[in-house]
Structure formats: structure tokens, C-alpha cells
Nanobody, 118 residues
């Protein structure tokens, strides 16, 4: 069973940047698609970015408008999210998640809080 731990969240001003990391232990991630999912205060989960096994294919939700970049380092068993031009609506708890063998997401981290505010 893989354990996922996110880090890098915090308070940032509008227009600022943050880089989130998600380190895995207990199992390798190299054979799985990985995703970032966020939950804004009072809202549902938003599955907004994904990356394939070798990092050659990525997915982003329309709301990101090119501001975020997902990447991975399989040698370090780590997933990243570079977030630029942050806006107040990006305030959320950010989770990394691993694709399941039969679809869906079968492993989640506990999340890291990103607050965008002046």
C-alpha cells in the first residue's frame, strides 16, 4: 500500500507562486498515472491535473489557463505541481492521488493547504 505525503502549501499573495511536492513511500509510482485534486472551501473535489507514467503526457482542467505545471520524478518517487500567477480562487486543500489498477483513484495523501490572499 502506497503512502502519499504532500508538502509545499502555505500563504501566498495573489500573483505569487508555489511548488507542491508529493512523496510516495511503500510502493513505486512509476507504473501509474498520478493526479492533483483540490477542494476549495465549501466546494466539492476538483480533479484538475494528471500525468502519465513517464511524464510525457499531461492533463489540465480548463480553469488553470496554463498557470500550473504537473511533473514527476520517478527516480525520487515524487510528483510535483508548479503553480504560478495564483489567484484567490486557487485557495484550496491540494491532494495528490494515484490511479487505481481498475480505474478511479485508490490512494490519496492528506493534503496541503494553499491560501492565496493579500
Amino acid at each position: 500500500q502506497v503512502q502519499l505525503v504532500e508538502s509545499g502549501g502555505g500563504l501566498v499573495q495573489p500573483g505569487g507562486s508555489l511548488r507542491l511536492s508529493c512523496v510516495a513511500s511503500g510502493s513505486t509510482l512509476r507504473s501509474y498515472w498520478m493526479y492533483w485534486v483540490r477542494q476549495a472551501p465549501g466546494k466539492g473535489l476538483e480533479w484538475f491535473s494528471g500525468i502519465n507514467t513517464d511524464g510525457g503526457s499531461t492533463y489540465y482542467g480548463d480553469s488553470l489557463k496554463g498557470r500550473f505545471t504537473i511533473s514527476r520524478d520517478n527516480a525520487k518517487n515524487t510528483l510535483y505541481l508548479q503553480m504560478n500567477s495564483l489567484q484567490s480562487e486557487d485557495t484550496a486543500v491540494y491532494y495528490c492521488a494515484k490511479a487505481g489498477d481498475y480505474g478511479g483513484l485508490d490512494s490519496w495523501g492528506k493534503g496541503t493547504l494553499v491560501t492565496v490572499s493579500s
